[in-house]
């Protein structure tokens, strides 16, 4: 007799009842999918269905590699280990019911049987074995090891206590058959054995075949329960968290969209006034806290958390839209749902975008919220309107005007742009550059080196203004677009295509959002052009220059651009030093408080991020700290002040460092 | 309905004197123009009284060449229902009276309840235009006023006048009347995006000084000769610094806020050695000892 599976064996002919009941539970879920379907309509239209297959090919990708997951080593193949698992045994279970319900009423077939179904058998069992170790690893972690970005409320408990307990009841069932029947190739089955001898040598026949019938019941009874909570419990994750990957891992992380100036309404202050795939993002979180435990503001004791600005919104969706078919009032978001001091406390570091498993992108939300207070209500911090008027006025953030940025000219003897056809590009320095003193001598070393290197080039002088970054960031998109339009109305003019600059966030805006607005431009990051020429042709360079340097990657060169190791090959190539890293470097860096019109605003609560980096650095015990920002350098750099350390590390910029080696 | 004028200048903002050109003229780029301030916050007195009232109409008066257009777009974003904007080039920099009496010619041709102005324009910080237009009209006139109540029936409105030292004096007037503001609590608004649409949309209605039969009054003797202009380079002005202790928000917040604060004394804690390293630390921060005493350890 070939192997093969007795299907409702013991139990007797319940086949369609058990059909019948089946559409219980699926009653439930197609309800309960249906209300969260009805929540996302809520929103406004986007698109989250176009190139359909380059979307599958993303979903598939990223959930069966668990690729976004596992950057979170134990979290990752605790998950990895209960999805694979539980997706085996689904497809298990599908299985059977197609071998059951179609093949066998319809073609009279079987595909379950032979050297096939050992092999299913020996899957699905090592499967069971799979996710029994992931459910244990997420008992003990969320229970014993109890890490604050999780919550552990007793909803978690019970999905964990439902998922093992239809495993063990699966198991105990295969054991008991095994018992019985005693098939052949028991070894393909080897827990079901296990258990199968174990039930035999404690139980009598009749009794594991009562045992048996009864445990069949509970097994499908805790099965449906499953299956009907799903909608309505975290497990929905597992289909919101996959719509969301569909819908929204193709849009990019930080760039918003540009803003329709003919609509009523400004950003966001109600669910409604949020995209449908902004809604499906709110309903994807799976409260696994890592964007919270990345967030410099939640670190430094401010009030912002990512996590729960994302789970009020969910919550606030939800009530939006009552489980009966009624109308309910909209209701405003800001002061209610989120604070504003939450709202303000963010600093565009990206690192809540860059964590989170599942696209759920919750800067993109704050960045809504922040358009809504500026543009439609005009509830502005003191600080930022200062900066705007500066802005509108004067062209900058300080408010020193365009002409003292001839200063800087003068200084150094650079040709002001003019003739661009002799250049090899234009050096955008940017605000920070010309009126700050210490990012001034920066500059006046970064020109002089360049020029070390052969390059020639032209800046813009009084003729430059603002990029319009703080703008954007803070919210202002009325004001950006006039200080963009107004930019690439200059380049146009100069025939400017190819720009370098010196500060990643002007790097950032013209590289990832001008094209938006029809600007047509070739931009690098001088840490790019430093790295090229150097790899280009090999410099001499001193080996007095020794020590040890540490790299604080600045948001806007790292997250936003990926741009992490090119300053590193330039401090590499400088032959006495020798680079040791931060516990946190690269795209996973800590940010030093400036971006996101972090630099005017008066945050006094909680620590200072600046401190906080600056005291990470000094535990590498390192002689320089390096940087390639003006805002990071100079945070940094009064972060290790007011430590009173300012001696004991040098901040310094990377041109700097390969300025004092290029002999 | 009640009307409200409000006196609206664009002043240039002097930010730089390196663009001081051998003529003593200021070179054009070291100019930003913007609104006057003051006139910003009598805007915004207004606004507000257009909040309290049930019917109000708020309209901008303004004298200078085009580019005062700017200004009153501004205005108009901020909440302004009208503009109206006597054009000319000969008004780039007018004397005072010349000023006052061009408004005047404006004003005629209005209705108004009320008329405020700022209590000077911030580039020449002369503050008469309004004592001299109110004399012009014969109203009433109250200067460095602030947070203005009207009554209900729109005959009489109730202000504070800013005395030295936060003092204040509740004063009533009769209307129609001028009043100069001041800064008080009150803040100006900045635009929403709906109001700087709106302001897109609207027309500043643009006069000639020919249709108020001024030209004359352009073109004659002006009361003020300027006979020199000389531009003295100015004394060095001594710059605020703050603590270098502090962080970089903290030190903008007081250079922005004109370094109000008491300078941070500094006590040192701990054992003798720690002491003795704390004290090095903050010699060699302050450059007083040179760096280098590592090697010495």
Request: net charge positive; aromatic share 10%; charged share 25%.
């Amino acid at each position: 007799m070939t192997p093969t599976r007795e299907i409702f064996w013991n139990i007797g002919d319940v086949r369609t009842l058990v059909h019948l009941l089946m559409f219980i539970p699926l009653f439930f879920l197609l309800y309960g999918l249906f209300f969260h379907f009805r929540c996302y309509r809520l929103g406004r239209g986007g698109k989250g269905f176009d190139h359909v297959l380059k979307r599958m090919v993303s979903l598939f990708s990223t959930v069966f590699t668990h690729r976004t997951i596992l950057k979170d080593r134990y979290g990752g193949l605790m998950h990895l280990f209960i999805f694979w698992g539980f997706f085996m045994l689904f497809l298990g279970t599908i299985a059977v019911f197609i071998q059951d319900s179609v093949l066998r009423t319809l073609l009279e077939a079987k595909f379950l049987h032979g050297g096939f179904y050992l092999l299913f058998k020996l899957t699905l069992d090592l499967s069971g074995i799979l996710l029994l170790v992931g459910v244990s690893m997420g008992i003990y972690r969320r229970y014993v090891l109890k890490p604050s970005k999780l919550d552990t409320g007793p909803e978690y408990a019970f999905v964990f206590f439902l998922i093992l307990l239809i495993t063990l009841s699966g198991f105990s069932l295969e054991g008991l058959r095994l018992s019985v029947l005693k098939p052949s190739g028991s070894f393909w089955s080897p827990v079901g054995s296990v258990l199968g001898s174990f039930f035999e040598s404690t139980l009598q026949e009749n009794w594991r075949l009562a045992f048996h019938r009864t445990l069949w019941w509970v097994h499908l009874g805790l099965s449906f329960l499953f299956v009907a909570y799903l909608p309505f419990s975290k497990l929905l994750h597992i289909f919101s968290s996959s719509f969301n990957i569909f819908v929204n891992s193709m849009t990019p992380s930080f760039t918003l969209q540009s803003l329709d100036f003919g609509s009523e309404r400004f950003g966001v202050n109600r669910i409604r006034d949020f995209a449908w795939e902004s809604l499906v993002a709110l309903d994807a979180c799976t409260e696994c806290g890592r964007c919270q435990s990345a967030c410099p503001a939640y670190l430094s004791e401010k009030p912002l958390n990512p996590k729960k600005i994302i789970l009020s919104l969910q919550k606030r969706m939800r009530k939006e839209l009552p489980f009966s078919f009624g109308q309910s009032l909209p209701r405003d978001l800001i002061g209610d749902a989120v604070m504003e001091e939450e709202i303000w406390g963010c600093t565009t570091c990206l690192n809540c975008v860059k964590q989170c498993p599942v696209f759920i992108k919750p800067l993109k939300k704050i960045l809504e919220l922040r358009r809504h207070l500026i543009l439609t209500e005009s509830r502005i911090p003191l600080e930022i309107e200062r900066v705007y008027r500066n802005l509108e006025w004067f062209g900058d953030p300080l408010g020193i005007g365009k002409i003292n940025r001839d200063e800087l000219i003068q200084s150094t003897r650079i040709e002001r742009a003019g003739n661009e056809g002799a250049n090899d590009f234009l050096f955008w320095v940017g605000c920070q550059g010309y009126f700050h003193d210490r990012n001034r001598r920066t500059l006046i070393v970064l020109f002089r080196l360049l020029q070390k290197l052969g390059f020639t080039f032209s800046v813009l002088g009084r003729e430059e203004t603002c990029c319009g970054d703080v703008a954007r960031r803070t919210g202002n998109e009325y004001l950006f677009k006039t200080i963009a339009e107004k930019n690439i109305e200059c380049f146009e003019k100069r025939r400017i295509t190819k720009i370098v600059t010196h500060c990643p966030h002007c790097f950032n805006v013209f590289k990832n959002e001008y094209p938006h607005l029809g600007a047509n431009l070739m931009v690098s990051h001088y840490a790019e052009l430093l790295k090229e020429s150097l790899e280009k042709t090999p410099r001499n360079l001193s080996s007095d220059l020794t020590g040890k340097v540490t790299f604080h990657d600045p948001c806007y060169l790292s997250r936003y651009n990926g741009i992490f190791s090119e300053p590193r090959r330039i401090l590499k190539s400088i032959p006495g030093l020798e680079i040791v890293e931060m516990s946190r470097s690269k795209e996973d860096t800590f940010c030093c408080g400036a971006g996101g019109g972090g630099m005017w605003l008066g945050r006094q609560i909680g620590k200072k991020m600046n401190e906080m980096r600056a005291e990470e650095a000094l535990i590498t015990k390192a002689d320089y700290l390096a940087t390639a920002c003006p805002y990071c350098l100079n945070m940094m750099e009064d972060g290790l002040k007011s430590l009173s350390k300012g001696v004991a590390l040098e901040v310094v910029d990377i041109a700097e460092l390969l300025d004092r080696a290029l002999v | 309905m009640i009307q409200i004028l409000v006196c609206f200048k664009q002043v240039a903002h002097l930010y730089s004197r390196r663009g001081v050109d051998s003529s003593g003229k200021i070179e054009p780029d070291a100019v930003v123009y913007a609104p006057n301030p003051y006139d910003e916050i009598a805007l915004e007195e207004a606004l507000r009284i257009k909040q309290q009232v049930s019917q109000a109409e708020v309209t901008l008066i303004s004298i200078g060449p085009q580019r005062v257009e700017k200004a009153l777009r501004y205005g108009l974003a901020m909440g302004a229902d009208r503009a109206i904007h006597l054009c000319d080039q000969r008004l780039e920099s007018p004397s005072p009276w010349i000023t006052s009496k061009a408004l005047l010619k404006l004003i005629q041709t209005q209705c108004f309840d009320l008329i405020l102005c700022g209590k000077k324009a911030i580039d020449d910080n002369g503050g008469v235009v309004g004592a001299f237009v109110s004399e012009l009209l014969s109203l009433p006139f109250a200067s460095s006023v602030t947070e203005i109540v009207l009554a209900p029936d729109g005959k009489k409105a109730r202000m504070y006048r800013v005395l030295e030292r936060g003092d204040r004096h509740l004063i009533e007037c009769d209307l129609p009347a001028l009043l100069s503001v001041e800064r008080g609590v009150i803040r100006p608004r900045y635009p929403t995006l709906m109001g700087r649409l709106i302001a897109s949309r609207k027309e500043v209605l643009r006069v000639r000084p020919e249709e108020f039969g001024i030209d004359s009054l352009l073109n004659g003797e002006p009361k003020i000769k300027v006979s020199r202009l000389s531009i003295l380079r100015p004394k060095p002005k001594k710059m605020f610094r703050p603590d270098s202790n502090l962080s970089a928000e903290e030190r903008i917040q007081l250079i922005m806020s004109g370094g109000l604060v008491e300078r941070k004394s500094h006590s040192l804690k701990g054992s003798p050695q720690d002491l003795a390293e704390q004290f090095i630390n903050f010699l060699e921060e302050n450059r007083i000892i040179k760096k280098g005493r590592k090697s010495a350890d």
